[in-house]
């Protein structure tokens, strides 16, 4: 916990300089220069510090809380709610739990990307992550707005795990801190502080060095300097380079990932918990099924000898564990985190893998809101890749975990059904949504623009239509489709945008969207902080016809990354989860190892 607030801190003072690199980079792209790649050129300024050593702490790193925070989640609520079913009437089923009463609905002080600037503040600045009570040493906050259910004992870490110095000293440097306004109740990690904490714990944070050495680890190694040492290699028609943090580095790593890896599926867990993807295929979940069943299924990357595996997959589901073992009404998860630790327990003393790397070589794939909790502690040094990417709250790691795509399949035969949307110029509709009254956010983009102006469709249910035509229809001919956040950070509204060629609008602060480490997500997506609904018209209006045009014709070209094929196909969602997973294990390995 200490980490994320110290380098939250610290953050702030880049704050100001990374709003006016942002500038900068928004006007390059504004100007459409010849490649979209600005962002990551001029970030590589931090990666480029030669102050940046390795640490000894494995598995430390800023913008996550280190699993040893005591923390409990069910000491407040004890309701049930219906899952997000999206309006589409066939409700899933599912009974889920109000983790809290989000503080989202007086959404704390932005912190960047404004081009004001800022007064300064006095230096309170309190992670949404750091829960307090009124014992905790901030006595200036006014901490009424938190999650009560999030009871951590932040001090002691403060003082036994001080930051990384070597990072320290090269971010110190930096102006003083600066904050936007005076409300320091939490505060968001935007987009631009996500570049940041992912550049930093690229540069700094390690695995843990292998117990023992083995050929994968000169493997992953051999792979992570191809990569750094890409040729600059833009002659993939597939892939546009504007859409990428740097293309070339993405192809190289692909192309690497195609010839190296090599994945261990451990063949131990009970059907339907474990190995049973068929049950997950539809509904919102989707992506850990069919990740799951293509895993499973690829005769080019599962290895039957874990002595040749770079990578170990452990094949659950986390919609299957809630639905299995949850207890309807107890309000405790705590039989589904021991499940998952047991199972952890016994293939620890099955292989040696696991205590080789102390399983940071090891991955999930889950889809429920509750995996990212469920598996915190058993599962903390696994590469995780998560739906509920909450880099404020929800313990997500950027450089190791990874944002799962939630999709939501409707059909699973067909999963490309309704691929696609109109062109631009019969886009009639300003901006669309659709949703039911989850979380805090979506009663306030109502209050302000349900029914009060015509180019912006704001709606909470719409009207059943045989198949959810409505609905897809809205987002086949709207311009823009807010994603608004529901109980947790993910929707599928986002990938159902990019599906309909829609321009997705993310109103969800401290979501980290899909593959961040891999796509430049501002080339093809607006990100409206939830304080700023009130002006999301003049936002969206803002952007000039011309640049929508470039965003929508990007979004079709990104669509791609985003769609489930029957069989995979080069490129798609199924391979680039699986690269996400493996570039962030390539770029952990312990040199020393
Ligand atoms: C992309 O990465 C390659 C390899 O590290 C580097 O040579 C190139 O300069 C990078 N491009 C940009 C635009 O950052
Ligand atoms: C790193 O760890 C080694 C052994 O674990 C220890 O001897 C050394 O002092 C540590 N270095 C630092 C900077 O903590
Ligand atoms: C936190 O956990 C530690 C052991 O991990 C325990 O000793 C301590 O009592 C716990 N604190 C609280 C407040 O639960
Ligand atoms: C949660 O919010 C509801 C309404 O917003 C309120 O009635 C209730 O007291 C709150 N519960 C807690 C624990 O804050
Ligand atoms: C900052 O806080 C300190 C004590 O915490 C106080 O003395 C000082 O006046 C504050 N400064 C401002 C600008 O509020
Ligand atoms: C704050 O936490 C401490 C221990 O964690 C507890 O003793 C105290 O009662 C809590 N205060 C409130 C207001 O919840
Ligand atoms: C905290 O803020 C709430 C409203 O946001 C207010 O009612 C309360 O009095 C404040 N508490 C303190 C200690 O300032
Ligand atoms: C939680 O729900 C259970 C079962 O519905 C009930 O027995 C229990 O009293 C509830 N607890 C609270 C704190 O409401
Ligand atoms: C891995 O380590 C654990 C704890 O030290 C031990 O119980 C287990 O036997 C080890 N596994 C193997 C395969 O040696």
């Given at each position: 916990?200490g980490?994320?607030?110290q380098?939250i801190?610290?953050?702030?003072r880049?704050?100001?300089?990374?709003?006016?690199?942002?500038?900068?980079?928004?006007?390059?792209?504004?100007?459409?220069?010849?490649?979209?790649?600005?962002?990551?050129?001029?970030?590589s300024?931090?990666?480029a510090q030669?102050?940046?050593s390795?640490?000894?702490?494995?598995e430390?790193?800023y913008?996550i809380?280190k699993s040893?925070?005591?923390i409990?989640?069910?000491?407040?609520?004890n309701?049930?709610?219906?899952?997000?079913?999206?309006?589409?009437?066939?409700?899933?089923?599912?009974?889920n739990?109000?983790?809290?009463?989000?503080?989202?609905?007086?959404?704390?002080p932005?912190?960047?990307?404004?081009?004001?600037?800022?007064?300064?503040v006095?230096?309170?600045?309190?992670s949404?992550?750091?829960?307090?009570?009124?014992?905790t040493p901030?006595p200036?906050v006014?901490v009424?707005n938190l999650d009560p259910?999030?009871?951590?004992?932040?001090?002691?870490?403060?003082?036994?795990?001080?930051?990384?110095?070597?990072?320290?000293?090269?971010?110190?440097?930096?102006?003083?801190?600066?904050?936007?306004?005076?409300?320091?109740?939490?505060?968001?990690?935007?987009?631009?502080?996500?570049?940041?904490?992912?550049?930093?714990?690229?540069?700094?944070?390690?695995?843990?060095?292998?117990?023992?050495?083995?050929?994968?680890?000169?493997?992953?190694?051999?792979?992570?300097?191809q990569?750094e040492?890409?040729?600059?290699?833009?002659?993939?028609?597939?892939?546009?380079?504007p859409?990428?943090?740097?293309?070339?580095r993405?192809?190289?790593?692909y192309?690497?990932m195609?010839?190296?890896?090599?994945?261990?599926?451990?063949?131990?867990?009970?059907?339907?918990?474990f190995?049973?993807?068929?049950?997950?295929?539809s509904?919102?979940?989707?992506?850990?099924?069919?990740?799951?069943?293509?895993?499973?299924?690829?005769?080019?990357?599962?290895?039957n000898?874990?002595?040749?595996?770079?990578?170990?997959?452990i094949p659950?589901?986390?919609?299957?564990?809630?639905?299995k073992?949850?207890v309807t009404?107890s309000?405790?998860?705590?039989?589904?985190?021991?499940h998952?630790k047991?199972?952890i327990?016994?293939?620890?003393?099955?292989?040696?893998?696991?205590?080789?790397?102390?399983?940071?070589?090891?991955?999930?794939?889950?889809c429920h809101?509750?995996?990212?909790?469920e598996t915190?502690?058993?599962m903390?040094?696994?590469?995780?890749?998560?739906?509920?990417?909450?880099?404020?709250?929800?313990h997500?790691e950027?450089?190791?975990?990874?944002s799962?795509?939630?999709?939501?399949v409707?059909?699973?035969?067909?999963?490309?059904?309704?691929?696609?949307?109109?062109?631009?110029?019969?886009?009639?509709?300003?901006?669309f949504?659709a949703?039911?009254?989850?979380?805090?956010v979506?009663?306030?983009?109502?209050?302000?623009?349900?029914?009060k102006d015509?180019?912006?469709?704001?709606?909470?249910?719409?009207?059943?239509?045989k198949?959810n035509?409505?609905?897809?229809?809205?987002?086949?001919?709207?311009?823009?489709?807010?994603?608004?956040?529901?109980y947790?950070?993910?929707?599928?509204?986002?990938?159902?945008?990019?599906?309909?060629?829609?321009?997705?609008?993310?109103?969800?602060?401290?979501f980290v969207?899909p593959?961040?480490?891999?796509l430049?997500w501002?080339?093809?997506a607006?990100f409206?902080?939830?304080?700023?609904?009130?002006?999301l018209k003049?936002?969206?209006l803002?952007?000039?016809?011309r640049r929508?045009?470039?965003?929508?014709?990007r979004?079709?070209?990104v669509?791609?990354?985003f769609l489930?094929?029957?069989?995979?196909?080069?490129?798609?969602?199924?391979?680039m989860?699986?690269?996400s997973?493996?570039y962030?294990?390539?770029?952990r390995?312990?040199?020393?190892s």
């Amino acid at each position: 916990m200490g980490h994320e607030v110290q380098y939250i801190l610290e953050s702030k003072r880049l704050v100001w300089l990374v709003a006016v690199v942002f500038a900068v980079v928004i006007m390059f792209q504004y100007f459409e220069f010849p490649y979209g790649d600005a962002a990551s050129s001029i970030f590589s300024v931090h990666r480029a510090q030669p102050t940046l050593s390795r640490t000894n702490q494995t598995e430390t790193s800023y913008g996550i809380p280190k699993s040893s925070a005591n923390i409990t989640i069910f000491d407040v609520s004890n309701h049930t709610r219906p899952v997000d079913t999206l309006d589409k009437g066939n409700n899933v089923g599912i009974e889920n739990i109000i983790l809290s009463n989000d503080s989202t609905a007086s959404p704390p002080p932005s912190s960047s990307a404004s081009l004001t600037p800022p007064t300064t503040v006095n230096n309170t600045v309190v992670s949404p992550s750091v829960a307090l009570n009124n014992s905790t040493p901030k006595p200036e906050v006014n901490v009424t707005n938190l999650d009560p259910s999030f009871k951590k004992p932040a001090t002691s870490e403060n003082k036994n795990n001080p930051p990384i110095s070597a990072g320290e000293s090269s971010v110190k440097a930096l102006p003083p801190v600066k904050a936007v306004h005076e409300r320091p109740v939490g505060d968001i990690v935007t987009i631009s502080d996500m570049h940041e904490i992912l550049e930093h714990n690229r540069a700094l944070v390690r695995s843990m060095k292998p117990l023992w050495s083995s050929m994968v680890d000169q493997e992953l190694l051999a792979a992570k300097l191809q990569i750094e040492n890409a040729p600059v290699n833009n002659n993939d028609r597939a892939l546009y380079p504007p859409l990428y943090r740097n293309v070339s580095r993405f192809k190289r790593s692909y192309e690497l990932m195609e010839k190296t890896l090599k994945v261990y599926v451990y063949k131990e867990g009970e059907k339907p918990i474990f190995h049973q993807p068929q049950a997950v295929l539809s509904g919102i979940y989707a992506s850990e099924g069919w990740f799951m069943k293509h895993m499973k299924e690829s005769k080019h990357f599962v290895t039957n000898n874990p002595k040749l595996a770079h990578l170990f997959y452990i094949p659950f589901s986390s919609r299957m564990l809630e639905e299995k073992l949850y207890v309807t009404g107890s309000g405790s998860r705590d039989n589904l985190v021991q499940h998952l630790k047991d199972y952890i327990h016994l293939i620890a003393g099955r292989y040696d893998s696991w205590n080789r790397t102390g399983g940071s070589d090891h991955f999930l794939v889950a889809c429920h809101d509750w995996a990212t909790d469920e598996t915190r502690k058993s599962m903390d040094t696994c590469i995780r890749a998560l739906c509920n990417s909450d880099v404020g709250r929800e313990h997500f790691e950027l450089g190791k975990d990874v944002s799962l795509p939630e999709t939501y399949v409707r059909s699973p035969q067909n999963p490309l059904r309704e691929l696609g949307g109109k062109p631009p110029s019969q886009r009639s509709t300003l901006a669309f949504f659709a949703g039911q009254m989850h979380g805090d956010v979506r009663p306030i983009l109502l209050q302000h623009w349900e029914n009060k102006d015509p180019d912006m469709k704001i709606f909470s249910k719409l009207p059943k239509s045989k198949g959810n035509r409505n609905y897809i229809n809205y987002m086949k001919s709207s311009k823009y489709c807010i994603c608004a956040k529901g109980y947790e950070v993910n929707s599928p509204r986002v990938v159902e945008a990019i599906f309909h060629e829609c321009v997705p609008v993310i109103i969800s602060d401290n979501f980290v969207p899909p593959f961040f480490e891999i796509l430049n997500w501002e080339s093809f997506a607006v990100f409206v902080q939830e304080k700023d609904i009130p002006n999301l018209k003049n936002i969206l209006l803002a952007i000039s016809n011309r640049r929508y045009l470039v965003m929508q014709q990007r979004v079709r070209k990104v669509q791609q990354h985003f769609l489930w094929h029957v069989k995979p196909v080069k490129y798609d969602i199924f391979h680039m989860i699986l690269h996400s997973i493996w570039y962030n294990r390539v770029f952990r390995v312990d040199p020393a190892s």
